[in-house]
């Protein structure tokens, strides 16, 4: 099923047709997915709590062990699990880059190119 909005860009006024798709994670997870234009986006945070490999990411709660990290690891917004669904996993910098993956197969953390192309896309 699609969607039919109507961007109002600094260009013009378009109509984009954005249809819906999903994704499950490691977890089982179910995402919308969003096809904008010709690239195809998580239309949700993830919220994963294991990397592509079946391994375990740490969850750690405390500020000043999540800073001091060299390895990855995730939270919840205010640490509390109830935000699971509302705002996903918080990961840091090296969750994200780890060779074990966070996205589900066949999916990639976005480029600065990636984002570009969609901005572009929109107009801006």
């Not at 089982?28 to 234009?37: E, L, P, Q, R, S």
């Not at 690891?73 to 109830?82: G, K, L, P, Q």
């Not at 935000?83 to 976005?110: E, I, M, Q």
């Amino acid at each position: 099923m699609g969607l039919l909005i109507i961007i109002n860009s600094c260009k013009k006024e378009e109509e984009i047709v954005i249809t819906y798709g999903t994704v499950n994670d490691i977890d089982g997870n179910a995402y919308k997915t969003i096809t904008i234009g010709t690239q195809t986006w998580m239309a949700e945070n993830l919220k994963v709590t294991h990397y592509a490999n079946g391994e375990t990411i740490p969850n750690i709660t405390d500020n000043s062990d999540r800073t001091s990290q060299s390895t990855g690891a995730y939270c919840w917004y205010n640490n509390d699990i109830t935000n699971k669904d509302v705002y996903g996993s918080l990961y840091n910098y090296f969750a994200v880059v780890d060779n074990r993956k966070l996205c589900p197969t066949g999916w990639h953390v976005p480029t600065d190119a990636e984002w570009s192309a969609l901005t572009t896309y929109l107009g801006g």
